[in-house]
T-cell receptor, first 115, second 113 residues
Framework: DAGVIQSPRHEVTEMGQEVTLRCKPI?????LFWYRQTMMRGLELLIY????????DSGMPEDRFSAKMPNASFSTLKIQPSEPRDSAVYFC?????????????FGQGTRLTVV | AQSVTQLGSHVSVSEGALVLLRCNYS??????LFWYVQYPNQGLQLLLK??????LVKGINGFEAEFKKSETSFHLTKPSAHMSDAAEYFC???????????FGAGTILRVKS
């Protein structure tokens, strides 16, 4: 398996523009997570899905952020409009099973820079 | 709510020396605990995990960790550091429902030659 695939790896955009980050989870995994990593706040869970349904979006910072999972093999995280403080590395992760002891597999991340 | 505290944002050891990275957790229920490693410009990779059973857990690359309930700790150790161990290490605890992971702030390990 190719693992969790994120695209793009790097994104530079101007303030006010819309940004869409993409994620393909590992086939067969029914949980998908979006994390954000910054120097100031570390790794924060933004939202996670189970069987394509959003379960907890309490970590989404503002209404400018939205996430969708139209099917089991694809998810997007959208920021509209983007702001410089959104600059961070965004990770997607997936896991399988309902148990608490299953590990999450992470993608390589998208480094977002908003100028 | 669960939380994780990693003591020391930076740890420096000499090659061949013992590695000790500290992690303390807070949880109102029996925790499941994880250590992840992140190499530069990479995603996170699982080193080891504690779920139930044996409290001493062995992971990849010679790392191990011991769950100590009385101390609410899950410290990561390796007897002999290698240059390739230089990376950032994250301790995490899973919450009660679902697979949500709460991460510590991370510890950057530097290995000196």
């Amino acid at each position: 398996d190719a693992g969790v695939i994120q695209s793009p790896r790097h994104e530079v955009t101007e303030m006010g523009q819309e940004v869409t980050l993409r994620c393909k989870p590992i086939s067969g995994h029914d949980y998908l997570f979006w994390y954000r990593q910054t120097m100031m706040r570390g790794l924060e869970l933004l939202i996670y899905f189970n069987n394509n349904v959003p379960i907890d979006d309490s970590g989404m910072p503002e209404d400018r952020f939205s996430a969708k999972m139209p099917n089991a093999s694809f998810s997007t995280l959208k920021i509209q409009p983007s702001e410089p403080r959104d600059s961070a590395v965004y990770f997607c992760a997936s896991s399988t099973g309902a148990g608490r002891n299953t590990e999450a597999f992470f993608g390589q991340g998208t480094r977002l820079t908003v100028v | 709510a669960q939380s994780v505290t990693q003591l020391g944002s930076h740890v420096s050891v000499s090659e061949g020396a013992l590695v000790l990275l500290r992690c303390n957790y807070s949880s109102s229920v029996p925790p499941y605990l994880f250590w992840y490693v992140q190499y530069p410009n990479q995603g996170l990779q699982l080193l080891l995990k504690y779920t139930t059973g044996a409290t001493l857990v062995k992971g990849i690359n010679g790392f191990e960790a011991e769950f100590k309930k009385s101390e609410t700790s899950f410290h990561l150790t390796k007897p002999s550091a290698h240059m390739s161990d230089a990376a950032e290490y994250f301790c995490a605890v899973s919450e009660r429902y679902g697979n949500k992971l709460v991460f510590g702030a991370g510890t950057i390990l530097r290995v000196k030659s």
